[in-house]
């Protein structure tokens, strides 16, 4: 037991250690804020340490903190985020290359994925940053497959016709 | 796949930037885990309060209305340790926090709050440094006007800055930063990282743009604190060294003459904002490179009158020294010093050059007033 929190229980720290970059990249892709990112991840991180036993015992950690990252961002925006103020956008912390046109791009994704709503959005990074299947990010959502698919396409059509984002996919337009 | 799922997927690999983890993730959910049980305790204990003052409690105000309040109530200590930062290595990154939400910057219910400077690069002068200074009275004042603080980062004229542009920073070099470090009985301290280039103040998880005059009133309060506290008994002047270092008084010196009431004060017009208790004069002759001590007197009847005097010396506009400049500077042959103890305790230095040439330093102007303050404490200076 430290002076400042509880003892986590056994095996969280390490699950922590092991997998919480991949899903802050996940936060991030459906937030598009390292701030809300974290905070977002804390946030399912704090519920499964309550319950980790269980979460253990169910077999799958992984996937019960990936869905419950996805279903804690939906559900969020009615309590939290919905009058907060657009944040300073922060400046990347790019390698060396193209920086400037890094970080534009960059920030193209996140404004097209920032005009989604927030179930195609968590559709869309399940589905393609995820590589889950329609059947898999349904049961994530908890939703019908057919939502997914419908979600999905909807999403897909707008990104497509974004405008920042033409610079990357107008090869690939459907007139 | 097709070739659009392909372009999406390359789109979201390439779209997250590096992400700064915290230093100990484990340890931030952990502190979250205890906020969720202690308000899950505390919500139960207020259920079981409620009901047993209701029980209690009500009838007996009832039927004893006039009763003694009884004994008011004392502050709860507060948790954990005031430990002030001692470099930067653990501020928060100031663009990956939360700018602009609704959320308190900090928890109400403070009991303490200890300003801490933390040194940038070397730091300031050794003679400038200051320790952490902690005030336990107004706190409540403090931590509101830290929930007041602008959203965002604000330019100078105080306008946020537009949404969607980049955290704007000047580049002016800085000795230290302040760091508010705030103590709960209830809760682990919160620290609050000032930053003056950027105008932002951070938590862990939260920022908002910064306007100083919470400093400002963090040092009004510590200062009425101060004074509150001292006894004036104690306070004293130093007394006069028998000998005085020349090269102090050269131009760009770094061994000026040291103020450390300055550094509690809040007022950049005001040298003197709190009464003085006691004033000590000291008169010097230079032989080679060394004045000699060749006159003093201390005085703490009247010594506030003084404090008029040197305020109105530093409200004056700058006047060029008479003395030449560096490097034809002329060494002074005779000069004094006027060191003042204020109710806090706190001292500041005063050098006024008489021979070859008339000039002061520690304040902008040499005032007729303060020749005669000098004259009646150590006689009059030879005149030019």
Sequence with gaps: MTDRYPAPPEGFADFVAARSGALLRSAWLLTGDAGRAEDLLQTVLTTAWRRWPTVVAAGHPEAYLRRALFTTYVSWWRRRWRTEFPAATPPDNTGPGDLARESADRDAVRRALARLSRQQRAIVVLRYAEDLSVERTAQVLGCSPNTVKVQSSRALRSLRTDPDLSLFTNREVVP | M???????RGLLAGAVPPLAAPPDRVAEVGVRVRRHRRRMAGGAAAAVALTVGLGVGL?????????????????????????????????????????????????????????????????????????PRTLTTGVDEIVRLLNAQPPTQQDGRGRPLPAGEQ??????????????????????????????????????????????????????????????????????????????????????????????????????????????????????????????????????????????????????????????????????????????????????????????????????????????????????????
Excluded at chain 2, 112 to 127: D, F, I, L, N, Y
Excluded at chain 2, 184 to 207: F, I, Q, S
Aim: hydrophobic share 35%; glycine share 6%; proline share 9%.
């Design chain 2, 167 to 384: 955290m704007m920073c000047t580049a002016k070099a800085t000795y230290e930063e302040t760091a508010l470090v705030l103590r709960y009985p209830d809760r682990e301290p919160v620290t609050v990282w000032t930053d003056e280039n950027c105008r932002v103040a951070v938590t862990a998880t939260h920022g908002r743009g910064v306007d100083f005059g919470v400093i400002a009133a963090f040092l009004d309060r510590y200062r009425a604190q101060l004074a509150a506290t001292t006894d004036p008994a104690t306070v004293t002047t130093p007394a006069c060294a028998d000998t005085f270092p020349v090269k102090r008084m050269r131009k760009n010196s770094e061994d000026g003459p040291l103020s450390r009431i300055r550094l509690n004060n809040s007022d950049p017009y005001l040298a003197l904002p709190t009464p003085l208790i006691e004033v000590t004069a000291c008169r010097y002759e230079v032989r080679g490179q060394t004045g000699e001590l060749v006159g003093q007197q201390r005085r703490r009847a009247g010594a506030d009158e003084v404090r008029a005097v040197l305020n109105q010396a530093l409200d004056r506009p700058a006047k060029s020294s008479r003395c030449g400049d560096w490097p034809d500077y002329e060494e002074p042959t005779l000069f004094d010093t006027l060191t003042v103890a204020d109710a806090t305790g706190e001292t500041a230095e005063f050098w006024i050059r008489h021979e070859p040439c008339r000039s002061v330093n520690g304040l902008e102007a040499l005032t007729p007033e303060l020749l005669d303050v000098m004259t009646d404490l150590l006689g009059r200076p030879p005149s030019r």
């Design chain 2, 59 to 131: 009838p007996t105000l009832v039927a004893a209305p006039d009763r003694d309040r009884g004994a008011p109530a004392t502050t709860p200590s507060p948790q954990g340790a005031a430990a002030c930062p001692t470099g930067f290595d653990t501020r928060p990154d100031l663009t990956s926090v939360r700018y602009g939400d609704d959320e308190p910057l900090v928890p109400t219910g403070a009991v303490e709050v200890t300003s801490c400077q933390v040194p940038v690069g070397s730091g300031p002068h050794p003679a400038s440094r200051i320790g």
């Design chain 2, 2 to 8: 097709t070739r659009d799922d392909e372009d999406i």
